[in-house]
């Protein structure tokens, strides 16, 4: 038997699974090598969101408004690994494989969501994601714990977001082996605009 603490909440977990029962932060052993496909949203203009608003009624969409991503991510088999300011870091692949499908219900839910009236602010989202084989170890601050995620794509993910525009999906890496041929078309047809990105530069687009 191989019992430890959890390093987000210090329940005491049993490593041969993959979460942890209490929290459900991802367990890993010593440093793991997966494919994951990461994917992060960050609001638009969120600076000047912040200056036209009251701090206190700020705090309170904005609660809201992560809780209701989170719960839509997990639902659809995202496991939501950190907040970064305004943006969120969602991590598919994780327990189990990661299956395009739960994807496209995670973007249906999200663009409902942005949609409905749930929130006073209407929040405006750039979106980009990427696939490959990374290094993950759990780091712990004190604060927080998150897992951090090691690999080249994962620094092209920084690099390419400042490209991203609202209502585009970027999508960097081995992605054309993950999703189906026609995928990317038929997102189109139902009002998503697409991006692939190669390391040659931009190509794809609707
Ligand atoms: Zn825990």
């Given at each position: 038997m191989?019992?430890?603490?959890c390093i987000r909440c210090g329940y005491e977990i049993d490593k041969r699974g993959n979460f942890c029962q209490n929290c459900g932060f991802y367990i890993v052993k010593d440093f793991s090598e997966k494919e994951l496909f990461v994917y992060r949203m960050d609001i638009i203009g969120f600076t000047?969101?912040?200056?036209?608003?009251?701090?206190?009624?700020?705090?309170?969409?904005?609660?809201?408004f992560f809780s209701n991503l989170r719960n839509i991510s997990e639902k659809n088999g995202g496991y939501v690994n950190q907040?970064?300011?305004?943006?969120?870091?969602?991590?598919?692949?994780?327990g189990k494989s990661f299956d395009y499908r739960e994807f496209l219900d995670f973007l249906k839910e999200i663009d409902e969501f942005l949609k409905s009236e749930v929130l006073r602010i209407k929040f405006r989202m750039r979106m980009f994601g990427g696939y490959g084989k990374m290094v993950i170890c759990p780091v712990h601050t004190g604060i927080k714990a998150y897992l951090m995620l090691v690999s080249d794509f994962i620094n092209e993910l920084n690099?390419?977001?400042?490209?991203?525009?609202?209502?585009?999906?970027?999508l960097l890496g081995d992605v054309e082996s993950i999703f189906p041929a026609n995928f990317i078309e038929k997102r189109i047809e139902e009002g998503f605009t697409f991006f692939l990105l190669k390391r040659e530069g931009l190509y794809g687009a609707n």
């Open positions: 191989s019992y430890e603490s000047e969101i912040t200056q036209k608003i009251d701090v206190f009624d700020l705090k309170t969409e904005l609660s809201l907040y970064i300011g305004d943006e969120i870091e969602i991590i598919w692949g994780l690099e390419i977001k400042t490209i991203a525009k609202e209502n585009e999906i970027l």
